[in-house]
């Protein structure tokens, strides 16, 4: 009897084995699985170079992430050189599920040199290496795939033209089981075409996705943003010199948002981040910072700027009070 049921459970050992093996299988068969590819030749015209050079330095902010050397004890991290060659680290410290290093983007050996317009092009826009693994949506593709085909072409006419900088960057490890949840984020992009200027809220609305601020003021649990809660703040992210930097409410609640704000006053905030970061670059330990790329949107046209704060004074407003910077 005791053969009899020692056979049984090796035979179930054997069919778990089975079942692991065939589901794990057919996740990396199946997965990422982002439809069929186009593929994608860009004409790199100077018009797409100079669109393309303005949406990664003031709108996406692209180079914020994708640059390794930013100088922690100086007000809102500038950055100036090695600008693109990748490797900053965002790791377990800040409730990341792994460790993730930026790639670097240059026309480098160690970066973008040969990969392929179509490469870079599903890269962003649906989170797809140029070998076939998924991208963590720290990278926010998921945003990019709703952008106009035209923007993204220009993104990658622009950073064409940045100096090469070799650069090897460390390999990111996610942890179980997001390194396999990661293979099935990956999809098809849904491309929209960019709305006119002069329909200022879905104009707002197009920017404010590209740049992705929804991705620090919403709150999140578990990757996952808190329902009711849309741009009302309070993700929290701590900084190198000591204590936390937390987005803010960027609702139009008039109390403890943006309600009381006018469109001179949201673009004279960004505008004088730049004052600000000349007049005092220097963050001692414990002193205010803080992660929002300021410094990279403050670039953005009065025009763009005007038209993220029509977006956003049309969204509904949440009673959500804020401390902004936390010893």
């Known amino acids: 009897m005791m053969k009899f049921f020692g056979v049984l459970l090796k035979r179930a050992a054997i069919t778990v084995i089975l079942i692991l093996i065939g589901g794990l299988s057919f996740l990396y068969l199946k997965y990422p699985d982002i439809g069929k590819k186009e593929e994608i030749k860009i004409a790199h015209t100077p018009e797409q170079v100079r669109r393309g050079e303005y949406l990664v330095n003031n709108v ?3 180079m914020g992430c994708h640059t390794g050397e930013r100088d922690p004890q100086k007000l809102f991290y500038p950055f ?4 693109g060659a990748g490797n900053l680290k965002f790791g ?3 409730g990341l599920p792994g460790t993730f290093y930026s790639r670097n983007i240059t026309p480098a050996e160690t970066g973008l040199k040969n990969w392929t317009d179509t490469d870079i092009f599903y890269a962003i826009t649906a989170g797809v290496s140029k070998d076939g693994t998924p991208l963590f949506p720290l990278m926010p593709y998921e945003n990019y795939a709703q952008m106009d085909k035209e923007d993204i072409y220009s993104i ?24 396999l949840i990661m293979r099935t984020i990956p999809k098809a992009p849904e491309f929209s075409q960019r709305p006119e200027p002069k329909d200022t809220v879905a104009y707002g609305k197009y920017l404010f996705t590209l740049a992705a601020c929804n991705d620090c003021h919403t709150q999140k649990v578990k990757g996952k943003p808190v329902e009711g809660m849309e741009h009302a703040g309070g993700f929290e992210f701590s900084l190198i010199t000591g204590g936390k930097a937390v987005s803010a409410n960027i609702t139009p609640d008039v109390k403890t948002g943006i309600g009381n704000w006018t469109r001179e006053t949201f673009i004279a905030r960004f505008k004088a ?30 025009q763009d700027l005007g038209a993220i704060f029509a977006y956003l004074m049309s969204s509904k407003p949440v009673s959500h009070k804020v401390q902004t910077f936390q010893k």
């Not at 990658?156 to 390194?179: D, G, H, L, W």
């Not at 007049?279 to 330990?285: G, Q, V």
């Open 60 to 62: 996406a902010a692209c």
């Open 80 to 83: 100036d050189k090695n600008i």
């Open 92 to 94: 377990e410290e800040m």
């Open 156 to 179: 990658i006419a622009y950073i064409r033209t940045i100096p090469a900088v070799e650069n090897q960057v460390e390999k990111s490890q996610a942890k179980f089981p997001m390194n």
């Open 273 to 302: 981040s730049v004052a600000g970061a000349k007049a005092k670059p220097d963050i001692k330990p414990g002193e205010f910072n803080s992660l929002m790329p300021w410094l990279e949107y403050a670039g953005m046209s009065d």
